[in-house]
């Protein structure tokens, strides 16, 4: 079985601010790691994978996410804030054919 | 590229009553998933296809949920009857999956928001 666990369901940081969104995952199985982003009222955009190649992993809009086995985590990442990052955020663990997701971190940007 | 399309986009019905929804995956995936998605919540599977057959339904309610995805290709998944805790976001994904899902990317579409009255 695996399982995710995002620490933080309201993270708030302001503009130009370092952003990180904290992860953690179970799995009995090597994983693959996902982050989503989802604006209101819009489906789940994939921002980046890990897939068991390097693990630091560089997304869209500035996202990275590291691997670290050793922590178990898969922390996400992005240097300065924009207001337009403001969304929810969900890490999800690929093992055995299914993905399963985090509660979710909800991302406010102060300006 | 058209992406995965859903409709309606919202829906509100009152309890007791049937409701359906219906996804078209983008063309040329093969593997079509029904999430649920509950306030403040992540997605839940509740269903993926393989084509036309349903690979893994073992959280879909089957007493008043069903799902089908005839000649593979777009789906519909029904609630009847629907009851006040079926109030929720249902979002339908599509991937194309070759030998193994684990690396594979899930495409979203923008979901039905359901309230049930």
């Known amino acids: 079985a695996q399982s995710v666990t995002q620490l933080g369901s309201h993270v708030s940081v302001s503009e130009g601010a370092l952003v990180l969104l904290r992860c953690n995952y179970s799995?009995?199985?090597?994983?693959?790691l996902f982050w989503y982003v989802q604006y209101p009222n819009q489906g789940l955009q994939l921002l980046l994978k890990?897939?068991?190649?390097?693990?630091l992993v560089k997304g869209i809009n500035g996202f990275e996410a590291e691997f670290k086995k050793s922590e178990t985590s898969f922390h996400l990442t992005k240097p300065s804030a924009h207001m337009s990052d403001a969304a929810e955020y969900f890490c999800?663990?690929?093992?055995?054919?299914?993905?399963?997701f985090g509660t979710g971190t909800r991302l406010t940007i102060i300006p | 590229e058209a992406g995965v399309v859903q409709s309606p986009r919202y829906k509100i019905i009152e309890k007791k009553q049937p409701v359906a929804f219906w996804c078209n995956p983008i063309?040329?995936?093969?593997?079509l998933y029904w999430y649920r998605q509950n306030l403040g919540q992540g997605p839940e599977l509740l269903i993926r296809?393989?084509?036309?057959?349903?690979?893994?339904d073992s959280q879909l309610p089957k007493d008043r949920f069903s799902a089908e995805r005839l000649k593979g290709v777009d789906s519909t998944l029904k609630i009847q009857p629907a009851e006040l805790g079926d109030s929720a976001v249902y979002l339908c994904a599509s991937s194309l999956v070759s030998g193994g899902l684990q690396s594979g990317e899930q495409f979203f579409g923008p979901g039905t928001r359901l309230t049930v009255l």
């Open positions: 799995s009995s199985v090597p994983p693959y």
């Open positions: 999800a663990v690929n093992g055995n054919e299914k993905l399963t």
């Open positions: 890990y897939t068991s190649a390097a693990t």
């Open positions: 296809y393989e084509n036309e057959e349903a690979v893994d």
């Open positions: 063309s040329g995936h093969n593997t």
